[in-house]
C-alpha cells in the first residue's frame, strides 16, 4: 500500500536579487508502509528541500505531495494539520535537533502527547532506542552525538508516525555510531509498520538498510530500483559513478574512481539531460532533450 | 557557598555590594535615617557635620535622611520600570520575530518610530503631555525604554525560530504559541537578562533626569533628580546637589558592572578571560 506519493515536485528557493534556485524539479517518488526507501545524491542535489517539503516545512511551487490520502500542505503559523502528524523527521544536526534548555524526558513526552498516548512513559521510549531509562531526567547537553540522535528518534518514534524521514541523520555522527543508528531507524520503522524515507549521501549504509534506493541528481530523481538491483546493475550513468567512488576495501589496490566536474548551479541548470554535462557517455539527444521517463531517466535506458 | 567563578572579580563584587548596601537601605531607611526626611527643623544650608553628616538644604532638611528615603523611590521604580520594558518589549520582539510579515512589520515601524527621537526628548515630551508625577515620569520612561527590547529579542528569536528542535516541536504539532513559549523563549533569555542590568543603570539616569527637569518627583518627595535639581539653585552650598547626584552615580556604576560580569558569565567565549581575570 502506498504511503507517501510525491508526484512531480517542484520546490523553488527565492532570494531578493538572486536568480530563483529550484532545488526539487519534478521529482516523484513512492513510499509504501513498511518500506525503507533511501534517498541518495550529492550535497545540493535537493534531498533536503525534497524531505522539507514532505513534512510541509518547503512549500511546493507544484506538483503534489500525497500522505496517506491527504494532500501535504505548507506548516504555515497554525497548528499542525492531524491527519499530517503521522509524519516525522528526524534531523541532520543532533546538536540543534533537541531543546537545550529541557529534560528529554519533556520533549519525548511531547510525542506522546501527539499521540494521545497516556500509557507509554517516555523512559520506555528510551529503551526501545538502546539508552537507559533513567535518561529521561537529563538534559541535551549531557549526551553525545549518537545519544542525541537515539533521543530525537525516540521523540519522533513517540509520536506513532507512520512515516518516519531521516534527513541525513547519520552525517553529523561518528563512523562507529552511523551504522548503529541507521540500523535502529530501519528496525524502529518497520516493527511498527511505518514507512522509512532516508537521506543520505553514503551510499554504502543506505545499502544496508533500504529496501529500494532512489538517486537523485540537480533536483531530479534519475534512477529508481530494488536496492540490490541498483547495486548490482546500475544503469544510470550517474549512479555508475556514484558506485564507483565507493572504497573497495579488498586489498586489490583499485581507487575509487572520481566523477569529474562539480554539481551545476541549480538557479542555471544544463540544457537537455541534467547530467550531460559530466556523464562519461553523453550523446547528442542527451544536450538537447531532457528525459522524463522513468525509472532510469537516461536516454540509453528509454522505455520502448 | 562559593560563588562561581565568573562572579569573583573585582567589578562584580564592588557592583554587587553597592548594589546590595543601596537595597538594604531602601528597605531599612526608617531605621537608618538620622532625620524625618521632611522635617524642616535643622538649621538651614549647614555644611556637613555632626548630626546631619550630608548637610542640610535650603528648608533645614536632613541630606543623609533625603538621600536614603531616596533610595525607596529610585530604585523600585527604576526596576519596577526595567521589569515592564522587559515583558513589553520583549514581547513584541519576540512576536515580530516570530510571526514575521505583517505583525513584524507593525511592531517594528512602532519601535524604529520611537528609535528616531533622541530618548530625553520624547520622555519629556511623553511626561509633559501626561503632567508632572512620578507615576507618570515611569510610564513616559517606558514609552523609550521599550524598542531596545523588541530589538533584540526579535534578532534572538529570529536566529532561534528555524532551529532543529523548533520545527521538530512544530511537526509533533505545537501551536506557534507553546511553540515560542516552550522552544524559543527560554533559549533568548540570557543577552535580554544582560541588557536589562545594564539598563538598570540608564532607566535611572532617565528617571531622575525627568524629575530634575521638573517632569517627574513633585516637591517634597526626595527623589533624587529633583534633589539634585534643588541643589543646582545654591551652588555655593556644593552638599545639597552632591550627595544625592553620587547616589545617582553608584547605582548607575554598581548595576553596569553587575551586567558586564552577567554578560561575561552568559557568554562561553569569555569563559577564558574570566578564569585568568578571577581573584
Known amino acids: 500500500m502506498t504511503l507517501l506519493t510525491v508526484d512531480d515536485l517542484v520546490v523553488e528557493h527565492r532570494t531578493p536579487g538572486r536568480p530563483l534556485v529550484r532545488a526539487?524539479?519534478?521529482?516523484?517518488l513512492t513510499v509504501a508502509a513498511g518500506e525503507v526507501v533511501g534517498l541518495v545524491g550529492e550535497s545540493g542535489?535537493?534531498?533536503?528541500?525534497?524531505?522539507?517539503?514532505?513534512?510541509?516545512?518547503?512549500?511546493?511551487?507544484?506538483?503534489?505531495?500525497?500522505?496517506?490520502?491527504?494532500?501535504?500542505?505548507?506548516?504555515?503559523?497554525?497548528?499542525?494539520?492531524?491527519a499530517l502528524a503521522g509524519i516525522q523527521m528526524v534531523f541532520q544536526d543532533p546538536y540543534a535537533s533537541l531543546n537545550?534548555?529541557?529534560?528529554?524526558?519533556a520533549q519525548i513526552a511531547d510525542g506522546l502527547r501527539t499521540a494521545g498516548d497516556t500509557v507509554t512513559a517516555?523512559?520506555?521510549?528510551?529503551?526501545?532506542v538502546g539508552l537507559p531509562r533513567d535518561f529521561a531526567g537529563r538534559h541535551p547537553h549531557e549526551f553525545s552525538g549518537g545519544q542525541r540522535q537515539r533521543i530525537a528518534i525516540a521523540r519522533a518514534l513517540a509520536a506513532r508516525p507512520t512515516m518516519l524521514i531521516g534527513d541525513e541523520p547519520i552525517s553529523a555522527l561518528d563512523a562507529s555510531a552511523q551504522a548503529q543508528v541507521a540500523r535502529l531507524m530501519r528496525d524502529l520503522a518497520v516493527e511498527s509498520g511505518a514507512g522509512l524515507l532516508f537521506i543520505s549521501h553514503d551510499l554504502s549504509v543506505v545499502r544496508l538498510i533500504?529496501?529500494?534506493?532512489?538517486?537523485?541528481?540537480?533536483?531530479?530523481?534519475?534512477?529508481?530500483?530494488?536496492?540490490?538491483e541498483v547495486w548490482a546493475d546500475p544503469r544510470h550513468p550517474y549512479t555508475r559513478a556514484l558506485l564507483g567512488a565507493i572504497p573497495a576495501p579488498d586489498g586489490a589496490g583499485v581507487l575509487p574512481a572520481e566523477l569529474s566536474g562539480d554539481v551545476p548551479d541549480p538557479a542555471d541548470p544544463p540544457s537537455g539531460c541534467r547530467f550531460h554535462p559530466r556523464c562519461p557517455v553523453a550523446m547528442d539527444v542527451c544536450r538537447e532533450r531532457e528525459p522524463t521517463f522513468g525509472p532510469v531517466a537516461c536516454w540509453l535506458h528509454e522505455p520502448a | 557557598m562559593k560563588l562561581p567563578q565568573a562572579w569573583r572579580q573585582p567589578l562584580a563584587i564592588v557592583g554587587g555590594v553597592i548594589a546590595l548596601a543601596w537595597i538594604v537601605i531602601a528597605l531599612a531607611a526608617p531605621l537608618l535615617a538620622p532625620h524625618d526626611p521632611l522635617a524642616q527643623d535643622l538649621p538651614r544650608l549647614a555644611s556637613p557635620g555632626p548630626g546631619h553628616w550630608f548637610g542640610t538644604d535650603q528648608l533645614g532638611r536632613d541630606i543623609l535622611s533625603r538621600v536614603m528615603y531616596g533610595a525607596r523611590l529610585s530604585i523600585p521604580l527604576t526596576l519596577l520600570l526595567v521589569v515592564l520594558s522587559v515583558l513589553i518589549g520583549g514581547l513584541l520582539g519576540a512576536c515580530a520575530g516570530y510571526f514575521g510579515k505583517w505583525v513584524d512589520e507593525t511592531i517594528m515601524r512602532f519601535a524604529d518610530l520611537v528609535f528616531a527621537f533622541?530618548?530625553?526628548?520624547?520622555?519629556?515630551?511623553?511626561?509633559?503631555?501626561?503632567?508632572?508625577?512620578?507615576t507618570n515620569a515611569v510610564l513616559a520612561v517606558l514609552v523609550v525604554a521599550w524598542p531596545a527590547y523588541a530589538r533584540v529579542t526579535r534578532g534572538l528569536v529570529l536566529g532561534v525560530r528555524e532551529r532543529e528542535f523548533v520545527v521538530s516541536g512544530r511537526l509533533l504539532g505545537f501551536s506557534a504559541w507553546r511553540s515560542l513559549r516552550v522552544d524559543v523563549l527560554p533559549n533568548v533569555t540570557g543577552p535580554i537578562l544582560v541588557l536589562a542590568t545594564l539598563d538598570i543603570g540608564t532607566a535611572l539616569l532617565l528617571l531622575s533626569g525627568l524629575s530634575f527637569l521638573g517632569l517627574g518627583a513633585?516637591?517634597?518627595?526626595?527623589?533624587?533628580?529633583?534633589?539634585?535639581a534643588s541643589?543646582?539653585?545654591?551652588?555655593?552650598?556644593?552638599?545639597?546637589?552632591?550627595?544625592?547626584?553620587?547616589?545617582?552615580?553608584?547605582?548607575?556604576?554598581?548595576?553596569?558592572?553587575?551586567?558586564?560580569?552577567?554578560?561575561?558569565?552568559?557568554d562561553p567565549r569569555t569563559a577564558r578571560a574570566i578564569k585568568e581575570r578571577a581573584l
Do not use: Q
Open chain 1, 24 to 28: 526539487v524539479a519534478g521529482a516523484s
Open chain 1, 45 to 82: 542535489c535537493g534531498k533536503s528541500t525534497l524531505a522539507r517539503a514532505v513534512c510541509g516545512l518547503n512549500p511546493a511551487a507544484s506538483g503534489t505531495i500525497t500522505f496517506d490520502g491527504h494532500p501535504v500542505t505548507p506548516l504555515g503559523l497554525r497548528r499542525r494539520n492531524r
Open chain 1, 100 to 105: 537545550p534548555r529541557r529534560r528529554v524526558g
Open chain 1, 122 to 128: 517516555p523512559a520506555d521510549l528510551l529503551e526501545r
Open chain 1, 210 to 228: 533500504a529496501d529500494r534506493i532512489a538517486v537523485m541528481y540537480l533536483g531530479k530523481i534519475v534512477e529508481v530500483g530494488r536496492t540490490a
Open chain 2, 118 to 134: 533622541p530618548t530625553i526628548i520624547l520622555a519629556m515630551v511623553v511626561a509633559a503631555a501626561l503632567g508632572a508625577s512620578l
Open chain 2, 218 to 228: 513633585k516637591p517634597p518627595s526626595p527623589e533624587w533628580g529633583a534633589m539634585v
Open chain 2, 231 to 266: 541643589g543646582v539653585e545654591v551652588f555655593d552650598s556644593w552638599w545639597v546637589a552632591t550627595f544625592p547626584g553620587l547616589a545617582i552615580l553608584t547605582v548607575v556604576l554598581a548595576f553596569n558592572f553587575l551586567g558586564d560580569t552577567l554578560r561575561d558569565a552568559l
